[in-house]
């Protein structure tokens, strides 16, 4: 629906509609650079002041490498009943670990949030999925970390809200791309980041990828990662991929908190080092 | 019907042999492939909501058959739930990892290729490549054959599970179709001069039950 300026009658105004004083405030708000390079979009950014949230296995908030969550959740599902409860579990696989290090590898002020959706079996885990990202989205938290994704067509339609009220709430949603030919959920939606791996030894190396669903590519082969009970491994996967692009997205955010999803989305495509010309 | 149909077909096949078979075949394929250790498939059982090691190839091959565990445990319930493939290197360095596998399998690998096994919407289960020469740099090229590995044990599987539903409908009593099902295997085995006027019999049946669609 198009917005529809009027100069009075504000408050007979629907709520789509903006008023001249406040359409005249909204077009001076922001004032871009003549050009967009990675020293204005993350430059001296180290994530303070951003929150990203970790949907997935847990955290160890001990590991060296994690430096500690914010708060941490579990999903628990009683019928028809949701549960978000005090994570006492931690990381009950070591990958969600993994996430958090990535992301406080690459910012290392942000804070993190865990919301633990595993555990609790594959019968009921896509509801845990679904009522997880639920709690993350109504918590406003600037960018999301999803290394997941599901097939099951009848969440999908529930999915597609929850990443379009992401969307317009200002929560970035960053989601792991599916590496074969099945259909999967959330990445291919159009109000979320999707990425995958490259191989180019360099955590700060990410592509934009000009012929979609997959958006970005970002280093996710041979990966140093955090794991459970204060271990490292090496790992590769999709899923170290995406952590990599959430914590560029909270340097961002961090820098620059009023940036919408598809203006931070846009800055990653501007700066990605398939694309950068000067500088 | 469509019940039917699956039960009437499997009743024609052999058991669920051939397919073991051609599950066996691809995990010692894929670990000839990556040179590796071990192989397995895992299958999930809905009903228990539990992984079962379907087909092993290498370390394992005589015990764990058949073994259970919950569905959510683990690298290969992470890549379950997640619908996520994962490689990890140095696993071992995992305590906890290192000592619920060696509980449950008396055997500690070092590295886990693991990928999930899906038919449309369907998750099936789990394909497991352990210990392959950790020493070599993993190459994106080893993750496309993953991917097309998974791709055709998803299949072996999904044909599996088919075949073991309709063959568990087909013992229940079949399904009002179960008739055709013995029918067929009775024609099979009848003396020729029998089987000619049975089929003479069949086919003036299928002409009055197609008039009168």
Same mark, same amino acid.
């Given at each position: 629906?198009?917005? *529809?300026?009027? =100069?009075?009658?504000?408050?007979?105004?629907?709520?789509?509609?903006? =008023?001249?004083?406040?359409?005249?405030? /909204?077009?001076?708000?922001?004032?871009?650079?003549?050009?967009?390079?990675?020293?204005?979009?993350?430059?001296?950014?180290?994530? =303070?002041?951003?929150?990203?949230?970790?949907?997935?296995?847990?955290?160890?908030?001990?590991?060296?490498?994690?430096?500690?969550?914010?708060? =941490?959740?579990?999903?628990?599902?009683?019928?028809?009943?949701?549960?978000?409860?005090?994570?006492?579990?931690?990381?009950?696989?070591?990958?969600? *670990?993994?996430?958090?290090?990535?992301?406080?590898?690459?910012?290392?002020?942000?804070?993190?949030?865990?919301?633990?959706? /595993?555990?609790?079996?594959?019968?009921?885990?896509?509801?845990?999925?679904?009522?997880?990202?639920?709690?993350?989205?109504?918590?406003?938290?600037?960018?999301?970390?999803?290394?997941?994704?599901?097939?099951?067509?009848?969440?999908?339609?529930?999915?597609?809200?929850? *990443?379009?009220?992401?969307?317009?709430?200002?929560?970035?949603?960053?989601?792991?791309?599916?590496?074969?030919?099945?259909?999967?959920?959330?990445?291919?939606?159009?109000?979320?980041?999707?990425?995958?791996?490259?191989?180019?030894?360099?955590?700060?190396?990410? /592509?934009?990828?000009?012929?979609?669903?997959?958006?970005?590519?970002?280093?996710?082969?041979?990966?140093?990662?955090?794991?459970?009970?204060?271990? *490292?491994?090496?790992?590769?996967?999709?899923?170290?991929?995406?952590?990599?692009?959430?914590?560029?997205?909270?340097?961002?955010?961090?820098?620059?908190?009023?940036?919408?999803?598809?203006?931070?989305?846009? /800055?990653?495509?501007?700066?990605?080092?398939?694309?950068?010309?000067?500088? | 019907?469509?019940?039917?149909?699956?039960?009437?077909?499997?009743?024609?096949?052999?058991?669920?042999?051939?397919?073991?078979?051609?599950?066996?075949?691809?995990?010692?394929?894929?670990?000839?492939?990556?040179?590796?250790?071990?192989?397995?498939? $895992?299958?999930?059982?809905?009903?228990?909501?539990?992984?079962?090691?379907?087909?092993?190839?290498?370390?394992?091959?005589?015990?764990?058959?058949?073994?259970? $565990?919950?569905?959510?445990?683990?690298? +290969?319930?992470?890549?379950?739930?997640?619908?996520?493939?994962?490689?990890?290197?140095?696993?071992?360095?995992?305590?906890?990892?290192?000592?619920?596998?060696?509980?449950?399998?008396?055997?500690?690998?070092?590295?886990?290729? +693991?990928?999930?096994?899906?038919?449309?919407?369907?998750?099936?289960?789990?394909?497991?490549?352990?210990?392959?020469?950790?020493?070599?740099?993993?190459?994106?090229?080893?993750?496309?054959?993953?991917?097309?590995?998974?791709?055709?044990? +998803?299949?072996?599987?999904?044909?599996?599970?088919?075949?073991?539903?309709?063959?568990?409908?087909?013992?229940?009593?079949?399904?009002?179709?179960?008739?055709?099902?013995?029918?067929?295997?009775?024609?099979?085995? +009848?003396?020729?001069?029998?089987?000619?006027?049975?089929?003479?019999?069949?086919?003036?049946?299928?002409?009055?039950?197609?008039?009168?669609?």
């Amino acid at each position: 629906m198009a917005v *529809t300026l009027h =100069a009075d009658d504000s408050d007979a105004l629907p709520a789509h509609a903006v =008023a001249g004083p406040e359409a005249r405030r /909204l077009r001076g708000a922001r004032q871009w650079p003549s050009q967009v390079d990675r020293t204005w979009a993350f430059g001296g950014s180290t994530g =303070a002041g951003a929150t990203v949230c970790v949907v997935d296995s847990g955290v160890d908030a001990e590991h060296p490498l994690v430096g500690g969550v914010g708060r =941490a959740v579990a999903i628990r599902i009683e019928g028809d009943e949701t549960h978000v409860e005090a994570d006492e579990t931690g990381d009950v696989c070591g990958h969600g *670990t993994a996430c958090a290090g990535i992301i406080r590898s690459v910012a290392p002020d942000c804070e993190l949030v865990s919301v633990r959706v /595993l555990g609790e079996g594959f019968v009921g885990s896509g509801p845990a999925l679904i009522e997880g990202l639920r709690w993350a989205v109504e918590q406003g938290f600037d960018v999301i970390n999803m290394s997941l994704s599901t097939t099951k067509e009848r969440f999908v339609a529930d999915l597609h809200a929850l *990443t379009d009220a992401a969307y317009f709430r200002r929560s970035l949603i960053v989601a792991s791309a599916h590496n074969m030919p099945v259909r999967s959920y959330p990445w291919r939606f159009a109000s979320v980041v999707s990425v995958a791996s490259h191989d180019i030894d360099d955590p700060l190396a990410y /592509l934009r990828n000009p012929d979609p669903p997959v958006e970005f590519y970002a280093r996710g082969v041979e990966v140093d990662v955090a794991w459970s009970d204060g271990s *490292t491994l090496r790992a590769s996967g999709n899923s170290f991929a995406t952590p990599h692009i959430s914590g560029i997205c909270a340097l961002i955010c961090a820098k620059h908190p009023d940036l919408t999803p598809p203006e931070v989305k846009t /800055l990653l495509g501007l700066t990605a080092t398939n694309a950068v010309t000067d500088g | 019907m469509s019940g039917d149909r699956a039960a009437i077909a499997a009743g024609l096949l052999p058991g669920d042999d051939l397919h073991r078979a051609l599950l066996r075949s691809i995990v010692d394929t894929a670990r000839a492939i990556f040179r590796a250790q071990a192989a397995s498939v $895992f299958l999930l059982d809905a009903e228990t909501d539990e992984l079962v090691f379907e087909a092993v190839s290498g370390e394992g091959e005589e015990s764990l058959v058949g073994r259970r $565990f919950p569905s959510s445990t683990g690298i +290969a319930g992470w890549v379950l739930v997640t619908g996520q493939s994962l490689v990890l290197d140095d696993v071992t360095a995992d305590p906890r990892f290192a000592s619920q596998s060696a509980q449950s399998t008396c055997y500690v690998p070092k590295c886990i290729m +693991a990928v999930p096994l899906e038919s449309g919407d369907r998750t099936l289960g789990v394909l497991e490549v352990l210990d392959r020469p950790c020493a070599e740099r993993f190459t994106m090229a080893e993750s496309d054959l993953l991917g097309i590995f998974a791709a055709q044990a +998803a299949i072996a599987l999904d044909l599996l599970q088919r075949s073991r539903s309709a063959r568990r409908l087909l013992d229940d009593g079949g399904g009002d179709a179960a008739v055709l099902t013995r029918l067929a295997a009775a024609l099979e085995s +009848a003396e020729a001069e029998d089987r000619e006027a049975a089929l003479a019999l069949l086919q003036a049946l299928e002409r009055i039950v197609s008039r009168r669609r």
